[in-house]
């Protein structure tokens, strides 16, 4: 089968880009504001917990980052030894096809992310203002496990991209476990808005619980 033939197949199966329903997150966010202090100033212990966890993952990503790069000099030096032109230009097309795929998947992570710290920022002042949010910052806490995780499928899938090589002896198990490991990044962002979205309603549920005891107390 010609090179052609994996990329129109490759370009096929991922298609249909994970696209997600920020916007549902978003307007529930912002709708805490009614019951939100105005008070910047408050120091923000869930914030600070997350921002521990986010430079755990940043460390974790930075080794991975490093193994990758020595991964890629190893590889760049074999492929220039024993590839053909034709071939070269084929594993070219290949990773290109999946690092478009790639990107869409960091650019989700990124607003994800940013997601994140503003459902950390809602926590804080919510408690502050003495509604019980136990049950947010721990859903929050396994949320920022779930980003972790979708970080590091995203890089793994990465990985398994830079390490196409058409001028191996078995193209199609190396092509095949690059599509798995972007299939599995796909999954493991879908896990993470999942875990926020559960977020969202934590907190919306508390904040229309305070409300009520408000409207009752008066």
Same mark, same amino acid.
């Given at each position: @089968?010609?090179?052609?033939?994996? !990329?129109?197949?490759? $370009?096929?199966? @991922?298609?249909?880009?994970?696209?997600?329903?920020?916007? !549902? %997150?978003?307007?529930?966010?912002?709708?805490?504001? +009614?019951? &939100? %202090?105005?008070n910047?100033?408050?120091? #923000?212990? @869930? #914030?600070e917990?997350?921002?521990?966890?986010?430079?755990k =993952?940043q460390? %974790?990503?930075? =080794?991975?980052?490093?193994?990758?790069? @020595?991964?890629?000099?190893n590889l760049?030096e074999?492929?220039?030894?024993?590839k053909?032109?034709f071939?070269?230009? /084929? +594993?070219?097309?290949?990773?290109n096809?999946?690092?478009?795929i790639?990107r869409?998947y960091?650019?989700?992570?990124?607003?994800?992310?940013?997601i994140?710290?503003?459902?950390?920022? =809602?926590i804080?002042?919510?408690? +502050?203002?003495?509604?019980?949010?136990s049950? +947010?910052?721990?859903?929050?806490?396994?949320?920022?496990?779930? #980003? &972790? $995780? /979708?970080?590091? &499928?995203?890089?793994?899938a990465?990985?398994?991209?830079?390490? %196409?090589?058409t001028?191996? #002896?078995?193209?199609?198990?190396? *092509?095949?476990?690059a599509?798995?490991a *972007?299939?599995? /990044?796909k $999954?493991?962002?879908?896990?993470y808005?999942k875990?926020?979205?559960?977020?969202?309603?934590?907190?919306?549920?508390?904040?229309?619980? =305070?409300?009520?005891?408000? $409207?009752?107390a008066?």
């Open positions: @089968m010609t090179a052609n033939f994996w !990329v129109d197949k490759i $370009e096929l199966s @991922m298609k249909k880009v994970f696209l997600l329903p920020l916007f !549902v %997150i978003l307007l529930a966010v912002f709708s805490f504001d +009614a019951f &939100a %202090i105005s910047d100033q408050s120091v #923000g212990k @869930m #914030g917990r997350l921002e521990e966890l986010r430079l =993952r460390e %974790i990503r930075d =080794r991975n980052l490093e193994k990758r790069q @020595m991964l890629q000099e760049q074999n492929r220039e030894a024993k053909e032109q071939k070269g230009e /084929a +594993a070219t097309r290949i990773r096809a999946f690092a478009v790639l869409r960091n650019a989700a992570l990124l607003r994800l992310d940013k994140s710290e503003r459902l950390a920022s =809602r804080d002042k919510l408690k +502050a203002k003495g509604v019980d949010t049950k +947010a910052e721990a859903d929050l806490a396994a949320a920022e496990a779930a #980003g &972790a $995780e /979708a970080q590091a &499928a995203i890089d793994a990465q990985t398994a991209v830079d390490s %196409i090589d001028s191996s #002896g078995d193209v199609r198990s190396v *092509v095949s476990a599509k798995d *972007v299939k599995n /990044a $999954e493991s962002l879908k896990k808005h875990a926020l979205v559960l977020v969202t309603r934590d907190l919306k549920a508390s904040a229309d619980l =305070r409300s009520e005891e408000g $409207e009752h008066n």
